[in-house]
T-cell receptor
Framework: AQKITQTQPGMFVQEKEAVTLDCTYD???????LFWYKQPSSGEMIFLIY??????QNATEGRYSLNFQKARKSANLVISASQLGDSAMYFC??????????FGSGTRLSIRP | DAGVTQSPTHLIKTRGQQVTLRCSPK?????VSWYQQALGQGPQFIFQ???????QRGNFPDRFSGHQFPNYSSELNVNALLLGDSALYLC????????????FGEGSRLTVL
């Protein structure tokens, strides 16, 4: 069975510090994709970053980077120099080769000024 | 270039009624998927459409049905509404042959009384 696990229900981080949000996954598919989304209180799901299972390098998008460790089946999101506007729910998701998309339970990130 | 658009943004129904939610995908995208997000939880995959047919389905009863039109837009229908159907319904679109793209609309918030 395919599964996404986010073990941190909530995190508090000081502004300007870096933060790592954990995500582990379970799949037997050789080909899959991993996504991170930010969901502010408005509800919109904002795409942050994507990593394909065959990508050799870790994905980066501005202040976001994905620490992809395939053997450990982890895909942690790193946010550098956190800002107050980063306060939101963050979801890790996986697109399987069967084209089903599953989400983790999310991590609520709160940035302290 | 418009992103994924959903309508209506909010609606209130009573138990037993039926509801139709609508989604227009991002330009160039041919695949639409629907998700149910209950308060405080991650999105749950309902189903995915491409080439006007349901291709993958999550663990949802037959009361949940959908449709995709030739212009790739999609509808989600829920019959015989239950109180537990109250949730944010999210639509996402992607191009099946392009990895790394899965964009969401702002969602339709359904309240069942």
């Amino acid at each position: 069975a395919q599964k996404i696990t986010q073990t941190q229900p909530g995190m508090f981080v000081q502004e300007k510090e870096a933060v790592t949000l954990d995500c582990t996954y379970d799949t037997s598919d050789p080909s899959y994709g991993l996504f991170w989304y930010k969901q502010p209180s408005s509800g919109e799901m904002i795409f942050l970053i994507y990593q394909g299972s065959y990508d050799q390098q870790n994905a980066t998008e501005g202040r976001y980077s994905l620490n992809f460790q395939k053997a450990r089946k982890s895909a942690n999101l790193v946010i550098s120099a956190s800002q107050l506007g980063d306060s939101a729910m963050y979801f890790c998701a996986m697109l399987s080769s069967a084209s089903k998309i599953i989400f983790g339970s999310g991590t609520r990130l709160s940035i302290r000024p | 270039d418009a992103g994924v658009t959903q309508s209506p943004t909010h609606l209130i129904k009573t138990r037993g009624q039926q509801v139709t939610l609508r989604c227009s995908p991002k330009s160039g995208h041919d695949t639409v998927s629907w998700y149910q997000q209950a308060l405080g939880q991650g999105p749950q995959f309902i189903f995915q459409y491409y080439e006007e047919e349901e291709r993958q389905r999550g663990n949802f009863p037959d009361r949940f049905s959908g449709h995709q039109f030739p212009n790739y837009s999609s509808e989600l229908n829920v019959n015989a509404l239950l109180l537990g159907d109250s949730a944010l319904y999210l639509c996402a679109s992607r191009d099946r042959v392009v990895a790394g793209e899965l964009f969401f609309g702002e969602g339709s918030r359904l309240t069942v009384l």
